[in-house]
């Protein structure tokens, strides 16, 4: 289990391009659960699913502490159902009913008016789900589609990402994940610039990066430095979606027990800042060190 002062997340891609199994996923978690927090179905990998057998994945999370996401297939339910309430309400529904915590909202390929989107969030939060939208700059994302597509598809404002992740958290999303493609995936380079914007305009423990990158064998591996690189600019708790073949790999970064000559030994925390955030933010002064 994690340390209170511990606060930021790790979840992790289950079943997409592996098949994480039950067995595997027990295993895991037994040696490596301390650091993971949540498992997210990917690509609506578990529509494939028999029920039982999909049953007892999400339960075996659960039995280790983890929360377990739908990922983004929302946006399929959508298309097919030209958004029809009672149709997403069913959706929402059986999601829940089957053990799902965490209910992502993303639209990569969807045009959907920002009032929509929020209505959909608070009705989500309705049905018992937590939800997670995923918004991005990159018209298209999420389909592994190469560079050249993605450059001709064009990218959004980083204004506009805020704007709406704004509009998401007031109406009741529990968390934002960013997307990375357009920033650090399927790009020629990194738009370190939006993430700037991002972690200036929102607070850092309502954002969740996506740290995937396109390799070579095209299929999104979690790429080392891309979570490097927000490790080494948001500190230590930073939120991070990765592969779950990166789990010990994020882990040491975390602690600043391994990594790169840019990295190594140089990751550092405060422990008392659990305490100090328990106040409010603010420094307590004049008072013995015990009452923090």
Same mark, same amino acid.
């Given at each position: 289990?994690?340390?209170?002062?511990?606060?930021?997340l790790t979840e992790i891609r289950g079943p997409y391009?592996?098949?994480?199994?039950?067995?595997?996923?027990?295993?895991? +978690?037994?040696?490596?659960?301390?650091?993971?927090?949540?498992?997210?179905?990917?690509?609506?990998?578990?529509?494939?699913?028999?029920?039982?057998?999909?049953?007892?994945?999400?339960?075996?999370?659960?039995?280790?502490?983890?929360?377990?996401?739908?990922?983004?297939?929302?946006?399929?339910?959508?298309?097919?159902?030209?958004?029809?309430?009672?149709?997403?309400?069913?959706?929402?529904?059986?999601?829940?009913?089957?053990?799902?915590?965490?209910?992502?909202?993303?639209?990569?390929?969807?045009?959907?008016?920002?009032?929509?989107?929020?209505s959909l969030i608070e009705f989500t939060a309705a049905?018992?789900?937590?939800?997670?939208?995923?918004?991005?700059?990159?018209?298209?994302?999420?389909?592994?589609?190469?560079?050249?597509?993605?450059?001709?598809?064009?990218?959004?404002d980083p204004k506009w990402l805020i704007d709406r992740?704004?509009?998401? +958290?007031?109406?009741?999303?529990?968390?934002?994940?960013?997307?990375?493609?357009?920033?650090?995936?399927?790009?020629?380079?990194? /738009?370190?610039?939006?993430?700037?914007?991002?972690?200036?305009?929102?607070?850092?423990?309502?954002?969740?990066?996506?740290?995937?990158?396109?390799?070579?064998?095209?299929?999104?591996?979690?790429?080392?430095?891309?979570?490097?690189?927000?490790?080494?600019?948001?500190?230590? /708790?930073?939120?991070?979606?990765?592969?779950?073949?990166?789990?010990?790999?994020?882990?040491?970064?975390?602690?600043?027990?391994?990594?790169?000559?840019?990295?190594?030994?140089?990751?550092?925390?405060?422990?008392?800042?659990?305490?100090?955030?328990?106040?409010?933010?603010?420094?307590?002064?004049?008072?013995?060190?015990?009452?923090?």
């Amino acid at each position: 289990m994690r340390h209170s002062f511990e606060k930021e997340l790790t979840e992790i891609r289950g079943p997409y391009y592996a098949p994480v199994t039950q067995t595997y996923l027990d295993e895991l +978690l037994k040696d490596w659960g301390e650091y993971v927090d949540g498992v997210k179905f990917a690509g609506g990998a578990f529509t494939l699913m028999p029920e039982e057998r999909l049953r007892a994945l999400i339960n075996t999370a659960h039995k280790h502490g983890c929360y377990v996401s739908t990922g983004g297939f929302i946006e399929r339910v959508l298309s097919a159902s030209g958004g029809n309430k009672s149709v997403i309400s069913r959706y929402l529904t059986t999601c829940k009913n089957m053990g799902f915590d965490v209910l992502e909202i993303s639209s990569g390929f969807l045009s959907i008016p920002t009032d929509d989107w929020a209505s959909l969030i608070e009705f989500t939060a309705a049905h018992g789900l937590k939800p997670k939208p995923e918004v991005g700059i990159q018209w298209g994302a999420g389909g592994d589609a190469s560079v050249e597509e993605l450059e001709n598809a064009g990218t959004r404002d980083p204004k506009w990402l805020i704007d709406r992740a704004k509009a998401f +958290l007031d109406a009741g999303a529990y968390m934002i994940m960013i997307e990375s493609e357009g920033i650090t995936e399927n790009v020629k380079n990194w /738009r370190t610039d939006v993430i700037s914007a991002v972690t200036s305009s929102l607070p850092n423990d309502k954002i969740m990066y996506v740290t995937l990158r396109l390799s070579s064998s095209s299929f999104e591996a979690a790429d080392p430095e891309v979570f490097a690189y927000h490790i080494q600019n948001q500190g230590a /708790r930073a939120n991070l979606f990765i592969d779950h073949s990166q789990v010990v790999q994020l882990a040491c970064l975390r602690r600043g027990i391994w990594g790169t000559g840019s990295t190594f030994a140089r990751v550092v925390t405060f422990e008392g800042a659990g305490e100090h955030f328990r106040k409010g933010g603010k420094a307590v002064h004049n008072e013995p060190s015990e009452k923090y």
